[in-house]
Protein backbone atom coordinates (compact mmCIF):
# COMPACT_ATOMS: atom_id res chain seq x y z
CA UNK A 1 0.00 0.00 0.00
CA UNK A 2 1.25 3.28 -0.78
CA UNK A 3 2.30 5.78 1.74
CA UNK A 4 0.44 8.96 2.72
CA UNK A 5 3.38 11.24 1.07
CA UNK A 6 3.45 8.61 -1.76
CA UNK A 7 -0.11 8.79 -3.04
CA UNK A 8 -0.10 12.87 -2.65
CA UNK A 9 2.86 12.73 -4.91
CA UNK A 10 1.20 10.54 -7.54
CA UNK A 11 -2.03 13.11 -7.30
CA UNK A 12 0.41 16.01 -7.73
CA UNK A 13 1.51 14.49 -10.70
CA UNK A 14 -0.97 13.38 -12.43
CA UNK A 15 -2.46 17.32 -11.57
CA UNK A 16 0.67 18.50 -13.32
CA UNK A 17 0.38 16.41 -16.00
CA UNK A 18 -3.58 17.61 -16.96
CA UNK A 19 -3.18 21.30 -16.00
CA UNK A 20 0.85 22.42 -16.90
CA UNK A 21 1.46 19.71 -19.37
CA UNK A 22 -2.07 19.42 -21.50
CA UNK A 23 -2.05 15.93 -21.46
CA UNK A 24 -5.35 14.65 -21.90
CA UNK A 25 -7.19 11.53 -19.13
CA UNK A 26 -5.80 8.90 -21.37
CA UNK A 27 -2.44 10.02 -22.30
CA UNK A 28 -1.90 10.14 -18.72
CA UNK A 29 -3.19 6.23 -18.34
CA UNK A 30 -1.28 5.39 -20.86
CA UNK A 31 1.85 7.12 -19.47
CA UNK A 32 1.26 6.13 -16.10
CA UNK A 33 0.24 2.70 -17.31
CA UNK A 34 -3.44 3.28 -15.24
CA UNK A 35 -6.91 2.96 -16.35
CA UNK A 36 -8.72 6.39 -17.44
CA UNK A 37 -11.16 6.01 -14.89
CA UNK A 38 -8.55 6.13 -12.10
CA UNK A 39 -7.31 9.46 -13.48
CA UNK A 40 -10.22 11.32 -13.32
CA UNK A 41 -10.27 9.39 -9.66
CA UNK A 42 -6.85 10.97 -8.68
CA UNK A 43 -8.42 14.63 -10.45
CA UNK A 44 -10.84 14.46 -8.30
CA UNK A 45 -9.11 13.84 -5.57
CA UNK A 46 -6.43 16.34 -5.75
CA UNK A 47 -9.42 18.70 -6.13
CA UNK A 48 -10.55 18.02 -2.94
CA UNK A 49 -7.47 17.95 -1.27
CA UNK A 50 -6.75 20.95 -2.63
CA UNK A 51 -3.94 20.47 -4.62
CA UNK A 52 -5.63 21.91 -7.99
CA UNK A 53 -6.86 25.06 -6.83
CA UNK A 54 -8.84 26.44 -9.82
CA UNK A 55 -9.27 30.41 -10.49
CA UNK A 56 -10.72 32.32 -13.38
CA UNK A 57 -9.53 35.52 -14.30
CA UNK A 58 -12.40 37.67 -16.48
CA UNK A 59 -10.53 40.49 -17.40
CA UNK A 60 -14.36 42.62 -17.01
CA UNK A 61 -13.88 41.85 -13.49
CA UNK A 62 -11.32 44.48 -12.24
CA UNK A 63 -10.30 46.65 -9.16
CA UNK A 64 -12.71 49.32 -9.35
CA UNK A 65 -12.12 50.76 -6.17
CA UNK A 66 -8.07 50.38 -6.59
CA UNK A 67 -8.18 51.80 -9.85
CA UNK A 68 -10.37 55.29 -9.24
CA UNK A 69 -7.90 55.74 -6.24
CA UNK A 70 -5.23 55.75 -8.45
CA UNK A 71 -6.58 57.67 -11.19
CA UNK A 72 -7.80 60.12 -8.44
CA UNK A 73 -4.45 60.30 -6.46
CA UNK A 74 -2.25 60.25 -9.33
CA UNK A 75 -4.49 62.42 -11.58
CA UNK A 76 -4.67 59.51 -14.79
CA UNK A 77 -7.38 59.84 -17.62
CA UNK A 78 -7.81 55.33 -16.74
CA UNK A 79 -6.15 52.85 -14.56
CA UNK A 80 -7.10 49.04 -15.42
CA UNK A 81 -6.13 46.06 -13.30
CA UNK A 82 -5.30 42.91 -13.49
CA UNK A 83 -5.29 39.93 -10.94
CA UNK A 84 -1.77 38.39 -9.70
CA UNK A 85 -2.11 36.25 -7.09
CA UNK A 86 0.20 33.23 -7.66
CA UNK A 87 0.57 34.44 -11.67
CA UNK A 88 3.94 34.07 -12.80
CA UNK A 89 5.54 36.75 -14.51
CA UNK A 90 4.58 35.91 -18.12
CA UNK A 91 1.19 34.91 -16.66
CA UNK A 92 1.25 38.62 -15.50
CA UNK A 93 2.51 40.27 -19.04
CA UNK A 94 -0.51 37.63 -20.13
CA UNK A 95 -3.20 39.38 -18.67
CA UNK A 96 -2.01 42.69 -19.13
CA UNK A 97 -1.37 42.27 -22.72
CA UNK A 98 -4.94 40.92 -22.97
CA UNK A 99 -6.65 44.03 -21.42
CA UNK A 100 -4.48 46.54 -23.27
CA UNK A 101 -5.44 45.00 -26.73
CA UNK A 102 -8.94 45.48 -25.67
CA UNK A 103 -8.30 49.37 -24.33
CA UNK A 104 -6.31 49.84 -27.75
CA UNK A 105 -9.03 48.61 -29.96
CA UNK A 106 -11.87 50.75 -27.89
CA UNK A 107 -9.86 54.30 -28.46
CA UNK A 108 -9.02 53.48 -32.47
CA UNK A 109 -10.72 55.80 -34.82
CA UNK A 110 -10.39 57.02 -38.55
CA UNK A 111 -7.18 58.63 -39.05
CA UNK A 112 -5.51 58.12 -35.70
CA UNK A 113 -1.65 57.79 -35.44
CA UNK A 114 -0.61 55.74 -32.88
CA UNK A 115 2.80 55.69 -31.84
CA UNK A 116 4.13 51.88 -29.76
CA UNK A 117 7.52 50.75 -28.21
CA UNK A 118 9.28 47.74 -28.02
CA UNK A 119 9.45 44.65 -25.37
CA UNK A 120 8.05 41.72 -24.22
CA UNK A 121 4.87 43.17 -22.66
CA UNK A 122 4.19 44.71 -26.15
CA UNK A 123 4.69 41.74 -27.96
CA UNK A 124 1.63 39.74 -25.53
CA UNK A 125 -0.63 43.19 -26.37
CA UNK A 126 -0.50 42.51 -30.19
CA UNK A 127 -1.50 38.61 -29.58
CA UNK A 128 -4.61 39.51 -28.76
CA UNK A 129 -5.41 42.24 -30.95
CA UNK A 130 -8.60 42.49 -33.17
CA UNK A 131 -8.77 42.12 -36.96
CA UNK A 132 -10.20 45.13 -38.21
CA UNK A 133 -10.04 47.53 -40.65
CA UNK A 134 -9.67 51.00 -39.12
CA UNK A 135 -9.24 53.59 -42.51
CA UNK A 136 -5.93 56.18 -43.02
CA UNK A 137 -4.60 54.66 -39.69
CA UNK A 138 -0.57 55.21 -39.24
CA UNK A 139 1.44 53.19 -36.66
CA UNK A 140 5.05 54.31 -36.06
CA UNK A 141 7.69 52.72 -34.09
CA UNK A 142 9.14 54.91 -31.30
CA UNK A 143 12.57 54.29 -30.41
CA UNK A 144 14.96 52.06 -31.63
CA UNK A 145 15.21 48.54 -31.03
CA UNK A 146 18.27 45.50 -30.21
CA UNK A 147 20.76 44.34 -32.88
CA UNK A 148 22.06 41.68 -31.27
CA UNK A 149 19.82 38.56 -32.49
CA UNK A 150 20.20 36.91 -28.76
CA UNK A 151 18.25 39.39 -27.56
CA UNK A 152 16.17 40.71 -30.30
CA UNK A 153 12.93 41.99 -28.82
CA UNK A 154 11.42 42.25 -32.75
CA UNK A 155 10.88 45.74 -31.95
CA UNK A 156 9.49 46.72 -35.74
CA UNK A 157 7.31 43.65 -35.39
CA UNK A 158 4.91 45.50 -33.40
CA UNK A 159 3.93 48.40 -35.43
CA UNK A 160 4.20 45.85 -38.43
CA UNK A 161 1.63 43.44 -36.56
CA UNK A 162 -0.63 46.19 -35.55
CA UNK A 163 -0.72 47.53 -39.14
CA UNK A 164 -1.61 44.19 -40.56
CA UNK A 165 -4.49 43.85 -38.22
CA UNK A 166 -6.16 47.32 -38.34
CA UNK A 167 -4.78 47.73 -42.27
CA UNK A 168 -2.63 50.95 -40.74
CA UNK A 169 0.52 51.99 -42.59
CA UNK A 170 3.36 51.35 -40.53
CA UNK A 171 6.24 53.53 -40.57
CA UNK A 172 9.61 51.44 -38.55
CA UNK A 173 12.57 52.33 -36.98
CA UNK A 174 15.07 49.98 -38.23
CA UNK A 175 18.07 51.33 -35.72
CA UNK A 176 19.97 50.76 -32.74
CA UNK A 177 17.66 52.23 -29.48
CA UNK A 178 21.68 53.74 -28.40
CA UNK A 179 24.45 54.95 -30.47
CA UNK A 180 28.14 55.24 -29.55
CA UNK A 181 28.43 59.01 -29.95
CA UNK A 182 26.20 61.98 -30.29
CA UNK A 183 27.67 62.78 -33.94
CA UNK A 184 26.27 59.21 -35.36
CA UNK A 185 23.12 60.20 -33.63
CA UNK A 186 23.19 63.63 -35.14
CA UNK A 187 23.93 61.95 -38.73
CA UNK A 188 21.14 59.45 -38.58
CA UNK A 189 18.45 61.73 -37.28
CA UNK A 190 19.52 63.94 -40.40
CA UNK A 191 18.10 61.25 -42.98
CA UNK A 192 14.41 62.63 -44.12
CA UNK A 193 13.04 59.47 -43.97
CA UNK A 194 14.25 58.56 -40.41
CA UNK A 195 13.02 62.32 -39.21
CA UNK A 196 10.11 61.91 -40.45
CA UNK A 197 9.25 58.62 -38.70
CA UNK A 198 10.06 60.46 -35.55
CA UNK A 199 8.06 63.77 -36.15
CA UNK A 200 5.02 60.65 -36.93
CA UNK A 201 5.84 59.54 -33.44
CA UNK A 202 5.34 62.82 -32.00
CA UNK A 203 2.23 63.77 -33.78
CA UNK A 204 0.44 60.66 -32.40
CA UNK A 205 -2.59 60.88 -30.61
CA UNK A 206 -2.18 57.81 -28.98
CA UNK A 207 1.35 55.81 -27.59
CA UNK A 208 1.18 52.57 -25.94
CA UNK A 209 4.59 51.33 -24.82
CA UNK A 210 6.26 49.27 -21.46
CA UNK A 211 8.19 50.04 -18.88
CA UNK A 212 11.77 48.10 -18.21
CA UNK A 213 13.05 48.21 -15.06
CA UNK A 214 17.02 48.87 -14.96
CA UNK A 215 19.50 46.50 -13.69
CA UNK A 216 22.49 44.18 -14.95
CA UNK A 217 19.32 41.67 -16.50
CA UNK A 218 18.32 44.06 -18.07
CA UNK A 219 17.28 43.68 -21.89
CA UNK A 220 19.82 46.99 -23.06
CA UNK A 221 22.67 45.78 -21.05
CA UNK A 222 22.43 42.51 -21.90
CA UNK A 223 22.52 43.89 -25.54
CA UNK A 224 25.76 45.68 -24.61
CA UNK A 225 24.64 48.89 -24.96
CA UNK A 226 26.28 49.42 -21.81
CA UNK A 227 29.85 48.25 -19.95
CA UNK A 228 29.85 47.17 -16.09
CA UNK A 229 31.12 50.57 -15.05
CA UNK A 230 28.55 52.32 -17.28
CA UNK A 231 26.11 50.18 -15.24
CA UNK A 232 27.33 50.48 -12.05
CA UNK A 233 27.39 54.26 -12.67
CA UNK A 234 24.00 54.59 -13.74
CA UNK A 235 22.77 52.58 -10.65
CA UNK A 236 24.93 54.68 -8.41
CA UNK A 237 22.59 57.64 -10.09
CA UNK A 238 19.70 55.83 -8.99
CA UNK A 239 18.22 54.43 -12.33
CA UNK A 240 15.63 52.42 -11.80
CA UNK A 241 14.25 51.70 -15.51
CA UNK A 242 13.48 52.86 -18.75
CA UNK A 243 11.02 54.02 -20.90
CA UNK A 244 11.39 54.54 -24.80
CA UNK A 245 15.06 53.54 -23.99
CA UNK A 246 15.68 56.44 -22.05
CA UNK A 247 16.90 55.74 -18.66
CA UNK A 248 15.48 57.24 -15.66
CA UNK A 249 15.93 57.82 -11.88
CA UNK A 250 13.44 57.06 -9.30
CA UNK A 251 12.59 60.80 -9.79
CA UNK A 252 11.18 59.90 -12.98
CA UNK A 253 14.20 61.61 -14.40
CA UNK A 254 16.53 61.65 -17.15
CA UNK A 255 19.45 59.87 -15.62
CA UNK A 256 22.33 60.86 -17.44
CA UNK A 257 22.03 63.44 -20.61
CA UNK A 258 25.04 62.28 -22.30
CA UNK A 259 23.86 59.12 -22.87
CA UNK A 260 19.99 60.34 -23.56
CA UNK A 261 21.79 62.29 -26.74
CA UNK A 262 22.85 59.21 -28.11
CA UNK A 263 19.25 57.42 -27.48
CA UNK A 264 17.18 57.34 -30.96
CA UNK A 265 13.04 57.90 -30.04
CA UNK A 266 10.81 59.80 -28.68
CA UNK A 267 11.26 62.62 -26.06
CA UNK A 268 10.06 61.84 -22.91
CA UNK A 269 8.97 65.30 -23.26
CA UNK A 270 6.77 64.38 -26.01
CA UNK A 271 5.18 61.61 -23.98
CA UNK A 272 3.39 64.18 -21.89
CA UNK A 273 1.95 65.87 -24.84
CA UNK A 274 0.06 62.49 -25.95
CA UNK A 275 -4.28 62.61 -25.77
CA UNK A 276 -3.44 58.73 -24.19
CA UNK A 277 -0.15 58.21 -23.29
CA UNK A 278 -0.31 54.29 -22.33
CA UNK A 279 2.16 52.49 -19.88
CA UNK A 280 1.23 48.63 -20.05
CA UNK A 281 3.52 47.21 -17.40
CA UNK A 282 3.21 45.04 -14.11
CA UNK A 283 5.31 42.84 -11.80
CA UNK A 284 7.26 43.21 -8.67
CA UNK A 285 10.29 44.01 -10.48
CA UNK A 286 9.08 46.83 -12.48
CA UNK A 287 7.13 48.82 -9.31
CA UNK A 288 10.18 50.92 -8.82
CA UNK A 289 10.39 52.03 -12.76
CA UNK A 290 6.66 52.08 -12.68
CA UNK A 291 6.44 55.05 -10.11
CA UNK A 292 9.28 57.07 -11.52
CA UNK A 293 7.24 56.81 -14.19
CA UNK A 294 4.29 58.49 -12.07
CA UNK A 295 6.52 60.65 -10.54
CA UNK A 296 7.47 62.17 -14.52
CA UNK A 297 4.04 62.20 -15.86
CA UNK A 298 5.46 60.08 -18.82
CA UNK A 299 1.86 58.40 -18.85
CA UNK A 300 -1.88 59.67 -18.27
CA UNK A 301 -3.24 55.92 -18.71
CA UNK A 302 -1.42 53.13 -16.30
CA UNK A 303 -2.09 49.84 -16.87
CA UNK A 304 -0.85 47.43 -14.20
CA UNK A 305 -1.41 44.34 -11.67
CA UNK A 306 -3.53 44.64 -8.22
CA UNK A 307 0.07 43.84 -6.08
CA UNK A 308 1.61 47.11 -8.19
CA UNK A 309 -1.51 48.66 -7.50
CA UNK A 310 -1.56 48.68 -3.80
CA UNK A 311 2.14 49.50 -3.60
CA UNK A 312 1.62 52.53 -4.91
CA UNK A 313 -1.62 53.21 -2.90
CA UNK A 314 1.03 52.61 -0.03
CA UNK A 315 2.96 55.58 -0.94
CA UNK A 316 1.58 58.49 -2.88
CA UNK A 317 4.33 60.47 -2.98
CA UNK A 318 5.90 62.35 -5.93
CA UNK A 319 9.58 63.02 -4.57
Known sequence: MLKTSEKTSSLVDVARLYYEHDFSQQDIAKKLGISRPSVSRMLQKAREMGIIRIKIFDPEQRGSHQEKALQNIYGLKKVILVPNEDATDLVIKQRLGFVAARYLDELLEDGLTVGVSWG???????????????????????????????????????????????????????????????????????????????????????????????????????????????????????????????IIDENGNICNSKLNARTIGIGLNELKKKKYAIAVAGGRVKFNAIRAGLRGKYFNVLITDEWVASKLLENTDFS
Open 120 to 246: STMQEVVKHLQHRTIRNMTVVQMNGGISRAEYDTHASEIALKIGRNYQAIPFLLPLPAIVDQVRVRKAIMSDKNISKTLNLAKEAQIAMYTIGAFSFNSVLVKADYFDKEEVEELLNDRAVGDVCSR
